[in-house]
């Protein structure tokens, strides 16, 4: 057991924990954020993807070591009024069917409309192909990140 | 069509209102049984119990609406739909309706399943006649005060108005409401007068999704639950011989290790440690030398069908004379093999085991059947029983077996400590209830330019087709059939997987179809629609309806019009009571198949919501394009040769196809949504491929060994 101060979605948290234990369940299990969510563990279906100094990335593989004095961003920091561009978007759409892999789908879209502020469809469904959906909702979803794109663009 | 004769059924048989302590009136009802003529409403809803009402609406004094909606969400969007349903009838403004998930605490929550595409289809009248029921009280009560008959009222989101224009709100009504008879006739709404039912409304839970608030069973957390992982027999049918678990216990975080039946459970304080202490257990387990794979269990499922060891499920005419009179027999013979689920939230559930009562929560489709089993394996009476439902990160079938709430409950009861049953994707995967692995021949004798004859036999892993999938189409359409089926039987377990037995025998039954009218030198799309249209006999199908979305995706795929590159298949199936007509569109890319496009016409009667109903239509078909493009899941002496979407492949946004799905109007009940439009894509997908390359594929999933495939 060790401890760890982290910077997560602007606030300090100390977590007390084993070295090797990854973001995620830190996140999950000692710090109540559970919008983050666990699929394989293995780093293959995006549901756990957090912004780790802004990029998209799977909190399952990383441990608790590697992102202290990093900015940690969650689902549930993306926004203060659940306005993201890419939630609005989400909601307008009314994309998700169970739900679960959502979280891990408005991260990876929200880190790749930062970086390309005028995607094509293709760009799109590259960008996005490590996020799994077992509903398959991924028709409304790539329409998503589309509509999030413009609007993004629209207001900056 | 909904007529006044036909509702009017006694109201005051299952339902009944109270006041509420802090005002509002509450409406108990009970969509499924009579009541007992001395059960009461509570006053607070607080003490909501679920014993003998199985659903409450409340109308709070400034006229807000909450339903507390009585099915568990899936993703299939009954959490939106059905509230719809009431909501309507009662003639509120859906901004003014707020859904509360009902917990599950009673023997009488029988309805309480998510599965099979029903909750619509079995909730569509009584839920209509509740709301209605409602809404007249209402109207009574504001002719009470305003001395009129109550003929000469009429209601509109939330108000109910005089015809001198005058109005009052539901709100204001509540107190006079909750003193009047329930009335014994009610009038339905005319589906022309509809305004929340068939316009798109969101998911209810949207917002909170995309916030990324607490909802599913995962994130239920209790103050001193601990977490439990299960280490289990790889093969199915092993037996556990002896273990150690002196490195797992040394772990940090790590509080117990211990047997229940053939599995090992682990304790610790979080997930990570739990998970952890798992590997380090040394486990020793029975030989597996002698438990069958797939390999084994293809080969014995070829000798039952060679030895006709099968059991007739529908016959008519005589398929035999038919084949040996005929011009020419086709024959063929399909696969597919096992699938799991992999819903995105892997299998999870809280147990409390306490002397005076048991906790359960989490994601279940089942929540009854999991209280009766957990009472029957505890030794407890139902009535110590709590369940609280969670919304579930997927079901697709596998959230009907409740398997992992027992194991939950078992651990719990033995650790004597609140508990959490998480199972790592592995365990999901490996420790699964599979789509059984089956296998079909068909024979089809063709006569002048006919089909005269028409064979199927099946051999599946322990569960095959009933006898309604035997009595669909093309039964009714040829004049001499016979179904057959019989099982093999392994360890391996089996259950529902979406759309039961159609996934595959739609697949099967289609490519098939498309086979022998390629032989007969007829457009797939004409064949079919003279078959449908020589239809004779009693059948469970309407051919007209089947032939009306057929007409539908003709049209809007442009069938028979072609563009360089693009090859088109065709495919049409009954299921869940819903009329499913879809085309595929593919190009070949480095010798594989590309989909490129699906069309898709529906007939599920009713469209409740039509935003939700889109996506459970476009889901289903994204996911039969997936499954059947990569689905594969074999083993090896009963052991899962894939556990984990590294070896396992799902479909991904780069892979899919767009969908343009149309729903036909019509004034028909609701029927399945979540299910019936994955059958036939598979099979759309096989005869897209044969117009591409010449060459038929049998066997699923379509990419695996593509060379020997094709
Ligand atoms: S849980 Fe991290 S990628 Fe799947
Ligand atoms: S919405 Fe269910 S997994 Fe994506």
Redesign the pocket.
Known sequence: MKKFQLKINGKTYKVKVDETTPLLWVLRDELGLVGTKFGCGIGQCGACTVHFNGSATRSCLLPVSAVVGSEITTIEGLSENNDHPVQKAWQELDV???????AG?IMTASAFIEENQNPSREEVRDAMHGN??????YNRIENAVVLAAKEKQSNS | METTKKNSVDRRLFMKTSLLASGGILFGFNLLEALNPKALVPTTVEDLNFHEFNAYIKIAENGKVTLFSPNPEI?QGVKTSMPMIVAEELDVAWEDVTVVQAKLDTENFKRQVAGGSQSIRKGWKPLRQTGATARQMLLEAAALKWKVSSVSLSTKEGFVFHENGSKLGYGELVEAASKLEIPSNVTLKNPEEFSIIGQGKRNVDVYKITKGESLFGLDYKVEGMLYAAVLRPPAFGQKLKSFDATQAKKLSGVVNVFQFEDNIAVIANNTWAAFSAKKLIVAEWSSDASIDGTLELNSKMETIIENDKLKSLKKKGDVKVALNSSDKVLEASYDSSFLPHNC?EPMNFYANVTPEKIELAGSIQTPQNSVNSVAKKLGRDISEIDLKLTRI??GFGRRLTGDFVVDAAVISDIAKKPIKLVYTREDDMTGGIYKPAVKYKFKAALKKNDLIGYELKEAAVNRGMGRHHAQNFPFGAVPNLNIASGLVQSEITIGWWRAPVSNFLAFAEQSFLDEVAISLKKDPIEYRLEMLANVKGKVNYSASRMIAVIEKVRKDSKWGSSVEGTFKGFSAYYSHQSYVAEVVEIEMKDGLPVIKKVYCAVDCGVVVNPMGADNQVVGGIIDGVGHAMYGDFEFENGKPTSSNYDKYRLIRMNETPQVFCTFVKSDEDPTGLGEPTLPPVSGAIGNAIAAATGKRIRKLPFVKNWELNV
Do not use: E, T
């Open positions: 998700p069917q169970c739900g679960y892999c959502q789908q799994i959906c077992r509903c398959a909702a | 993703g995105m990160g997927g």
